[in-house]
Antibody, heavy 114, light 108 residues
Framework: QVQLQESGPGLVKPSQTLSLTCTVSGGSISSGGYSWSWIRQHPGKGLEWMAYLSYSGRIFYNPSLKSRVAISVDTSTNQFSLKLSSVTAADTAVYYC??????WGQGTLVTVSS | EIVLTQSPGTLSLSPGERATLSCRASQTVTYNFLAWYQQGPGQAPRLLIYGASSRATGVPDRFSGSGSGTDFTLTISRLEPEDFAVYYCHQYDSSPFTFGPGTKVDIK
C-alpha cells in the first residue's frame, strides 16, 4: 500500500524559499504510470492545486504561482519535491503531496513569519 | 481554466437522510477526470470517487458519483455520523487542475 509523507521546515522567513519533500513508500515513484501533485490549504480555506508531474515527465504549474514554484523528482530516493520562492505570509498553509488521484500525505503546516 | 462551482455551500441534514451535492464545471471535463474528496476537521482529504463515478477502495457503497461533461453529482444515500464533513470536487483533466470551493454537510 503506497503511503506519502511530507517533510520540511515548519517555519520559513519572508522572502526565503520554501522547500518540501514527499517520500513515497510502499511502491516505486517511477513505476505504474502515476502522476504526482502538490496541493495546499490556507487556514480555514479550500484546496489549491499547485504543481503536477506526470509519469512521462510533463510538468504543470498553477498560473498564479508559476514564476515562484518548481516541482522535481528524485527516483533514486523515491521522493519528489516542491520549491516555492519569495514566500510571504500569504503562503502560510498546510501543504499536501499526493499521487493523482490518491493517496495523499497527511499534510504539513508551513508558517511564513520572521 | 476550468472553474468548478459547488452547490449548496452548506447542507444541513440529519443522520439517515440523503445528501445530494452538485459540482458544475465551466467547461467540459474530458474523460470524466472528476474526483470527489471528503475532508473531516484536521484531516487530509480522502478520495471517495474518481473518474466521476468509480468508488475508491474501501469507500462505503452509500457514496455514489454520477454525471459527465459539465454536471456532476455526489450522492450519500443515508448519512452516517462520520459523513458530516466538507466535500470537494476536483478536475484533473486539464491544467490548471482545480478544486471546487467545497460543500459542508453539517448536522441539522
Amino acid at each position: 500500500q503506497v503511503q506519502l509523507q511530507e517533510s520540511g521546515p515548519g517555519l520559513v522567513k519572508p522572502s526565503q524559499t520554501l522547500s518540501l519533500t514527499c517520500t513515497v513508500s510502499g511502491g516505486s515513484i517511477s513505476s505504474g504510470g502515476y502522476s504526482w501533485s502538490w496541493i495546499r490549504q490556507h487556514p480555514g480555506k479550500g484546496l489549491e492545486w499547485m504543481a503536477y508531474l506526470s509519469y512521462s515527465g510533463r510538468i504543470f504549474y498553477n498560473p498564479s504561482l508559476k514564476s515562484r514554484v518548481a516541482i522535481s523528482v528524485d527516483t533514486s530516493t523515491n521522493q519528489f519535491s516542491l520549491k516555492l520562492s519569495s514566500v510571504t505570509a500569504a503562503d502560510t498553509a498546510v501543504y499536501y503531496c499526493a499521487r493523482v488521484p490518491e493517496p495523499w500525505g497527511q499534510g504539513t503546516l508551513v508558517t511564513v513569519s520572521s | 481554466e476550468i472553474v468548478l462551482t459547488q452547490s449548496p455551500g452548506t447542507l444541513s441534514l440529519s443522520p439517515g437522510e440523503r445528501a445530494t451535492l452538485s459540482c458544475r464545471a465551466s467547461q467540459t471535463v474530458t474523460y470524466n477526470f472528476l474526483a470527489w474528496y471528503q475532508q473531516g476537521p484536521g484531516q487530509a482529504p480522502r478520495l471517495l470517487i474518481y473518474g466521476a463515478s468509480s468508488r475508491a477502495t474501501g469507500v462505503p457503497d452509500r457514496f455514489s458519483g454520477s454525471g459527465s461533461g459539465t454536471d456532476f453529482t455526489l450522492t450519500i444515500s443515508r448519512l452516517e455520523p462520520e459523513d458530516f464533513a466538507v466535500y470537494y470536487c476536483h478536475q484533473y483533466d486539464s491544467s490548471p487542475f482545480t478544486f471546487g470551493p467545497g460543500t459542508k454537510v453539517d448536522i441539522k
